[in-house]
């Protein structure tokens, strides 16, 4: 007797990440449903789903993996009640609505529930968020936890896949040959999508509980990624400008110096390393949609 495929259901389905796990879940040949809040496209596969005011009309699942968020560290500073309406209170009462019918679940989480003074933190360190969207991730985390065996927590740090809208105006400006303004002093530790969604594979597989991470090897400036940008161009390096974050409308708790979190238990459980910051780069310049 053929058994049926297993069954997965994002939350989220229109966020950047949560697109790409449902790609690449159904090429793995899970069924896959992903919710939305928008009520145009909601059909047999797509429930709609507001986590602002979650209803519990969802399809059972084996695995669900929490994509949807207010993840703008901006929206949380300055709205932290609505946002901690959809990203720990809707955010939990799905995951428990939904390992109470035994789906084990997955929240997507950030380095952001720690304050960036370190690198490589270790997932057993107390989490010490500086801002108030860390500080909702934490509680997300926490509450997912709770549901024990149930309960995985995913910590990333910047995803990047092609496409970006950053790279795309830098590498239109470079071969109009108009100068860029990168960041000297704010950092990224990316992590192309494709690994995400493999770590997220593995733990979806395997039931896996606990916390898990997916960041960068080791933070790098903005202007080294210009200058990558540059080098695949062969535009002129002169047209790189270093600006100071310091100048520009960011919050602090959005330029940590640190975001890499270690990652041992991945690479001896999965063999899956911290992507170095170079190849990570060049690999999402390269296939991006204007090369
Ligand atoms: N991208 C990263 O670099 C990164 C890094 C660390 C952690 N994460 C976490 O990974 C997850 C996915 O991130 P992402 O960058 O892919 O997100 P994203 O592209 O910003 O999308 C967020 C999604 O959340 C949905 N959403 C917002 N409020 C909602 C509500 N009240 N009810 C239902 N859905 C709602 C939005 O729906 P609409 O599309 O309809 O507006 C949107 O599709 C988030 O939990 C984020 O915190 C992301």
Redesign the pocket.
Known sequence: MVSAPPSLLI??????????LARHFRVEGWQVQA????TDQVDDDHPF????A?NMDLPAADVVI???????IGDCETDPKTTRR??VD?TLAVAQHMAGQGAHII??????VFDGAKPLRNRNDSPCPACE?GRQ?AAAEAGVMALGERGAVL??????EPGLDLLAGWQRDLSANTSITPFHDLYLAPVPVDLVANVVSQMAKERANGVYHCTGAVDHSYVDLAQILAASMDADPALIRPVSCLDANIPAAARPRYTTLEMSIEQQRWNITAPKFEPTCSSIIRLGPSS
């Open positions: 939350v989220g389905g229109n966020s950047a990440i949560g697109a790409a919710s939305t809040r928008r789903l507001d986590l602002a979650p929490l994509c949807a968020a207010v993840a703008r959809i990203n809707g929240l997507l989480s950030s380095d952001k969207y991730k910590r990333l740090s910047k995803v990047i």
